[in-house]
């Protein structure tokens, strides 16, 4: 099989493709042929040592593609079915052993490639809006990153469940994209100086001073000031990433002037831990993809070999959507 290998820690050329045997599913597992993957920032804080992995890696977490193989136990899927994971290491190849648990049916309404590009960022927005922070009518919605993936799907949902929802992007194309999917306003923070002041004077300025409800930030260290400065009283922050980097620690004092805030980190694993709520969750997302109501953007394809130029079209932010890696 194919696969991507990164030998040490590093920059994007530490990754090479190179040619694998074909792994064996165990017990509980599938061996899946992969259609997609999909390429998040996980991965570029695995490959360049900011998250410690061990080393050599084969990076992915995301992707979908048919069962090949089942292994001993294995008695709710069989060769054929398609596939959809979120959290199975070593996803950057032709070839993926996934366990059961974590396999998700795909309906035959949606395609390989777009369960693969909706896997962790849809599963990630829906969690954002139904359990971190649930947006209901009424609510006033600041999130940044709007015409990325996350973006892009939590601004849908959000839109849907009846909020009003300001964005941050930093392109013409970006904001366009973003009032596509629902977003009222759009603020071009590549125009702004400070972003931790000029921020949320415009937001204050959209809501009439009072803030908004709730920030969803997944870019961390280049906004966290300015999320907070934008949140209303009592207005939850939920840092769900860190594409600029680590928030760095602060005076929980700070939350008691500024309103009584809130301020949550949430990550995916934690909102899929029982059966119940995994299929919950698959099903409202594959639903409304089926239906129609929730356009997934797949914003760039590169060849498995590629993998190198799709974390570096990542990380350079000349993204929108999702990114996939087709072996």
Known sequence: MRAIVAYSPGPTSVMTAVDLEAPEPGPGEVLVETAACGVNFIDVYQRSGIYDVAFPLVPGLEGAGAVARVGPGVAGLKVGDTVAWCAAPRSYASQVVVPEADCFAVPAEVAPATAAAAMLQGLTAHYLVTSTFPVHEGHTV??????????????QLAVARGATVITTVSTEQKEALSREAGASEVLRYDAMGD???ELPARVRALTGGRGVDVAYDGVGAATFEASLASLA????????GGASGQVPPFDLQRLNAAGSLFVTRP???HHLLTAEERAWRASELFGNIADGSLDVRIGATFNLDEAA???????????TGKVLLVP
């Open 142 to 155: 600041l999130l940044h990153a709007g015409a990325g993936g996350v973006g892009l799907l939590l601004t």
């Open 195 to 197: 972003l931790a002041s």
């Open 233 to 240: 009283v009592r207005g939850t922050l939920a840092l769900f």
């Open 267 to 269: 990550t995916l694993g």
């Open 309 to 319: 130029g799709a974390h570096e079209a990542l990380e350079s932010r000349a993204t």
